[in-house]
């Protein structure tokens, strides 16, 4: 009599296609939390390593401050901190700013003139953070803040420093005024394009030259550099705090 042939039954080859099955599952989660984990590790490598860098140009850019007397060397509104700072082709401004949760880096072309550079420090307080120039370093941040260290002690940079120079305003003389409204006074005005006007009177004689109306200009106080500058920033839900000290500056 022959014996009966080896095998399995339909019920146990199910049973083991549920076990490997079941195995399968296990496996992969855990090959999905190690991919996982690897991801995360290599963002969080990445972002560090994009902080350190940002923080590097950061304080190259505060240790290179020059005061040229025509702006402010720095200065802080609560949203943009702007300096003047030393390049090879000239004087460059530079205007950090939070906007929307991105920190972000403007700089103007290397100036050389006075005029230039007051004109770009008009320009920089209208920035809205899509110009030419802007550069998003950051993504994912709160609110920061900016303060002075002066005379030892750590202040507000919106608070007032030593004043080296008060507010000037200087006399700037306008064209001639025109012949109606001369019209209208009974006498005739001549300019000779130096800003004076002489006023002809009716009779033909010349009285003494009226100046012409004047415009003020109004030069913004001077106030001494701080010996350091602190950031505090939030990064991710996370105050970062960066003391910096300033170099030497200004002619």
Known sequence: MKGRR???????????????????ALAWQGLAGVIRGRDA???????????QTVLTQWEQDLQAI??????????????TLRLTRRSDAGVVLVAWAVRDG???????????????????WLRSQQLLGNEPGQLTVMRGVGLWQIYFNRGGAWTNAQSTGDLLQPQVQVQAVAPP?????????????????????????EGGAASQPTPAPVAAIVAPPRYALPDGVRLQITLDGQQLTRDIALGPSGP
């Open 177 to 201: 005024a025109s012949s109606a409204s001369s019209a209208a006074t009974g006498a005739s005005q001549a300019g000779d394009g130096s800003g004076t006007v002489t006023v002809q009177n």
């Open 41 to 51: 590790g290599r963002e969080l490598i990445d972002r560090t390593a994009l902080l």
């Open 102 to 120: 991105l920190w972000q880096r403007w700089t103007s072309a290397a100036l050389t003139r006075s005029g230039d550079l007051q004109e770009a």
């Open 6 to 24: 080896a095998g399995f039954t339909l019920i146990e080859v199910l049973v083991a296609l549920a076990i490997m099955a079941v195995l399968a």
């Open 66 to 79: 020059y005061d040229t007397g025509a702006v402010p060397p720095i200065g802080f509104d609560g949203q």
